[in-house]
């Protein structure tokens, strides 16, 4: 793409907020570039310039936001599956819907929902079902609710780093079950909010 047409910044922005009215979420690359008529490199490239513009926001599959959407006070983030509050289990990286949450009461960032499965976080009011609402991140401090990755496998647990003894602590809140002991962890996030239809408890 050597020289820009200013255009194509309008038609794709127009494009995301058209498609993402008429289906609730925001088209893939793929999807742009059969809409617009451009190729997914060219599009991609437009998008990162609109990133670079403060046009659009967008960090991965259908996570286009632009200024229109971010102007309705809401955001689309992706449901990803389940993550254990059990024994340790791989989170299904299969987004199963989008679902509009506002920019009152969660600012700007990157967010993804779980559903927690098990009870080993009970105690702390996060019930087998519950949808967690979890901002991406790649840090935490203490005692913070966090999905930790470890060897593959996404749980929910309260983070207590233990530097001094080179571990870290997975804490359940569940007094039936016992911490969860590791080298190292990595994270992918950190628990905000729960989402939870009233009507079935």
């Not at 617009?36 to 490199?41: I, P, T």
């Not at 593959?152 to 002991?181: C, G, Q």
Request: charged share 25%.
């Amino acid at each position: 793409m050597r020289r820009l047409n200013e255009e194509n910044f309008t038609l794709l922005e127009n494009f995301i907020n058209d498609y993402a009215e008429a289906n609730g979420v925001s088209p893939t690359v793929r999807e742009m570039a059969a809409g617009v008529g451009l190729s997914k490199s060219t599009v991609s490239k437009y998008l990162n310039l609109m990133k670079q513009r403060d046009m659009l926001q967008m960090g991965g599959c259908r996570s286009a936001v632009t200024r229109q959407m971010q102007n309705d006070g809401c955001f689309r983030a992706p449901v990803l599956g389940a993550v254990s509050c059990g024994i340790p289990k791989l989170a299904e990286e299969n987004i199963e819907e989008y679902v509009k949450l506002p920019l009152s009461l969660f600012g700007h960032g990157e967010f993804f929902l779980l559903r927690a499965k098990g009870d080993s976080m009970i105690n702390a009011g996060i019930d087998d079902g519950d949808l967690v609402v979890v901002r991406q991140q790649p840090t935490a401090v203490y005692n913070q609710i966090v999905v930790a990755l470890v060897d593959d496998e996404a749980t929910l647990k309260r983070y207590y780093p233990e530097p001094e003894r080179r571990r870290v602590r997975l804490h359940p809140e569940n007094e039936s079950m016992e911490d969860i002991y590791v080298p190292s962890c990595v994270i992918q996030g950190v628990a905000v909010m729960l989402l939870r239809d009233l009507e079935t408890r």
